[in-house]
């Protein structure tokens, strides 16, 4: 077994264990305040089903209604001026709103065009390179209450719009079209 297996195998454990150890020393009462983290962890759990599911709900209309369909073929001829193939467009809109959808979506270009395509190296940065910006601010900022959000949301589009331009430019500069 080398070295970096061996860290790996036992990193979790001794974080872990530091963290006890590290508790007892201050007097801290680890047990008592690991259930009550517990208990919170499982209030926040119960208290964001809603938002999951009406976010679950839009991503499912949204593509089976067609609209994906029809907007990836809408805007298709402006995706090849600037070099991403249509079949990545639907990860690129998908990714910010759902990251199991996304990842479901990446997977499938992998399987179809290999992992060594562009298609299938763009996928896979784009993936790395955005967020799940509706998922983050429908259950995170639900679950604490944030009722405006509209900064947060563009800021956070911004950031997977530009995301999504350097995972296109970097893609096509190393490994090319």
Do not use: C, N
């Not at 195998?9 to 590290?22: A, D, N, Q, Y």
């Not at 508790?23 to 759990?45: N, S």
């Not at 944030?146 to 911004?158: C, P, Q």
């Amino acid at each position: 077994m080398s070295f970096l297996t061996a860290m790996s195998v036992w990193m979790i454990p001794l974080l872990i264990g530091t963290v006890v150890v590290w508790a007892t020393i201050k007097r801290v009462p680890t047990y008592e305040t690991f259930v009550e983290g517990a208990k919170e962890g499982f209030g926040m759990a119960v208290s964001i089903i809603p938002y999951l599911v009406g976010m679950l709900v839009a991503i499912y209309v949204f593509r089976t209604s067609g609209a994906m369909d029809a907007l990836i073929s809408g805007i298709a001829p402006a995706l090849a001026l600037v070099g991403m193939p249509a079949e990545v467009a639907p990860l690129a809109i998908l990714r910010p709103i759902s990251g199991t959808g996304a990842l479901a979506l990446m997977s499938d270009l992998i399987a179809t065009h290999g992992p060594d395509s562009y298609i299938g190296r763009l996928a896979s940065t784009l993936q790395g390179s955005t967020d799940t910006t509706f998922y983050i601010l429908t259950v995170y900022f639900g679950a604490v209450g944030i009722k405006k959000m509209g900064d947060a949301l563009k800021v956070g589009l911004l950031a997977d719009l530009v995301g999504v331009i350097a995972a296109v430019a970097i893609v096509g500069i190393i490994f090319g079209t």
